[in-house]
């Protein structure tokens, strides 16, 4: 009975997850429409306005603000985008320094600095390495003894995270 | 030189218009995937601008049925991360000549179709 439990939580999170998946790949097709109007309509104003007005600075702060956004939605973008993407020779260097990347700009944790270091090469799904690497990034985070730093370190056939384990490849 | 800018949001439409004009080309919007095929049987264009996840037609099946119809001319697909990326990425393998992701900058609208252009 036990097992049956278990195997059905698993199921039920797995559902629940591709749900998740679903909707936010939905919500970040959706958003990019509004994205490119509010971004695109403040990179006109601005070229029309007098540099040094107020007007001129209220519509630097709101592209610069549109920007940040857009950075956030494109780091996701690409993540979802990589999920589809078939079996093939990657730098894990690269793909720990995306994950990275992605992390810092998704999850900030302030405080912790990220870090990426090293390479190797690997057949693989890029969508599944770069899910595995923000994984284990996310459990270095988790740890309450992680410090101030945490780091991917690539290695042959391996990527250790401080204080989270290792990834095999 | 001519482009046609096809999607179905107004905004984003007239906006795009808008950069390319500025930009020194001759743009012209249309709402739809059908509305376009019906303006290439009459006008020549340079290339077509297409947004992917349209109602009735998509960007992937215009693209499809404008290298039935015209081998030469470009088309660059815009995509907001479309829900349907295998889709995507198999349109560019068959012939589309770039691929703009939703949400872009004025350079990166440029840089696309210059790039496009460039390729004929």
Redesign the interface.
Known sequence: VKIIETVSENAEETLALATLGRLTRGALHEISNPLVALLGSAELALAEAQPGTKLHARLSLTHRTGTEIVEIVRALQAFVRMQAEPPQTLSVGEAAADAVALVSRVLPAHGVELAASGDATVVAAPGELRRRLVELLLSALDDPERGDRVELVVGDGVVTATGAGELRF | LKILVVDD?Q??RD??V??LR?SGYLPQGVHSARRALELLEREPFDLVLSDV?MPEMTGVELLYELRARRHDLPVVLMT????E??RT?NAVRVGASGLL??????EELRTAVAHALEGR
């Open positions: 949001e905004v984003v906006l795009t808008e950069i500025r996840v907001g991360g479309s829900p990326p295998e990425s992701y939703k949400p872009f900058s004025h």
